[in-house]
């Protein structure tokens, strides 16, 4: 009866994986960064967790065993030894990873993301508006994102291209993102505004340089 | 006293907490540019001296009991956190 159900559930959990909007399913390297994080977060706490449950069947399988160890030691070993080693492990992982996904360096292009109740307004690089919540980026290359806000504070989230950022106003908040191939990437408000915040979708275009340059030059 | 003793490492870590996290962000707002890092260092290391000193034992026979080995260990305690947890303040990236 088990295993009938257990198995049934694998994949139930594994669709969790992908989708328009899976950080699990990253396009660039910035997201690429925050999977490999989640999956380190992961495995490290799997790995404690079965080492508690075997410390526990322990006390009911070898309790003569469990007994030898006296108070000192499971406070000195599961209190210091065990935590300490790990919690600076995924603290250092969670800063090499972070520092690289910040705006540094040779700047690259840079659009505007302006959030208001509830619609996100894009703009080129050169000043203009871009239409239908739709941001349009070259592929295979870094640009930033000046994100801002009109009224209250949203937040500018494409799982799939990187980390999530909010637009504050009165303040100009600056994000990295890269997308690896052309495509459609789904974005959404991830900081909750007022009524209308579950529908305030956006999505991001990613074109070939081809392409961009085009649609760049069609505007002028 | 030993009471006050008690809680005074991790009193003294929030306090540094607090006071890194404000001038972090208050340096970046005014663009204070490479004076920010030493003034971090600086506090860093201000946060560190009395919680160094509450981590040594008072002196031999002076005081004894419960407490005072509790108030002890909480301050070692105390001092690690902060050695720890403000350490990024000397290398993280400051401001974006």
């Not at chain 1, 509830?118 to 640009?143: C, K």
């Amino acid at each position: 009866m088990f295993k009938p159900v257990a198995l049934g559930a694998t994949p139930l959990l594994l669709t969790g994986c992908t989708g328009a909007l899976s950080t699990l399913d990253p396009a660039g390297p910035r997201a690429a960064n925050l999977a490999t994080l989640w999956w380190v977060m992961l495995y490290g706490s799997a790995l404690l967790f079965a080492l508690v449950i075997a410390l526990f069947a322990m006390a009911y399988l070898r309790p003569a065993w469990v007994a030898r160890i006296t108070p000192v030691q499971w406070i000195v070993g599961g209190g210091l030894v065990l935590p300490i080693p790990i919690l600076i492990l995924l603290t250092g992982t969670a800063l090499v990873l972070g520092e690289q996904l910040l705006p540094r360096g040779d700047a690259p292009l840079r659009f505007g993301a302006h959030a208001e109740r509830w619609q996100w307004n894009f703009t080129y690089p050169d000043g203009r508006e871009m239409s239908d919540d739709v941001l349009h980026i070259p592929a295979g290359q870094p640009i930033d994102v000046a994100v801002s806000s009109a009224d209250v504070i949203h937040s500018f989230w494409v799982p799939r291209l990187g980390g999530k950022i909010d637009a504050i106003p009165g303040h100009e908040n600056l994000i990295r993102l890269e997308a690896d191939e052309p495509g459609t990437y789904w974005g959404q408000c991830a900081e909750y505004c007022g009524p209308g915040h579950d529908s305030m979708w956006f999505r991001i275009e990613a074109h070939t340089d081809e392409d961009f340059t085009a649609l760049m030059e069609g505007g002028q | 006293m030993p009471l006050v003793r008690l809680v005074a490492g991790f009193v003294i870590w929030s306090a540094g907490f607090v006071v890194l996290y404000a001038v972090q962000a208050l340096g970046c707002a005014y663009g204070w540019g490479d004076w920010h890092r030493p003034v971090l260092i600086g506090l860093y290391l201000l946060a560190l001296a009395p919680l160094s000193w509450l981590a040594i034992p008072a002196r031999a026979g002076a005081e004894e009991g419960p407490l005072h080995f509790a108030a002890l260990w909480a301050n070692r305690a105390a001092l690690l956190a902060a050695v720890l947890i403000f350490m990024p303040v000397t290398f993280a990236s400051l401001c974006v």
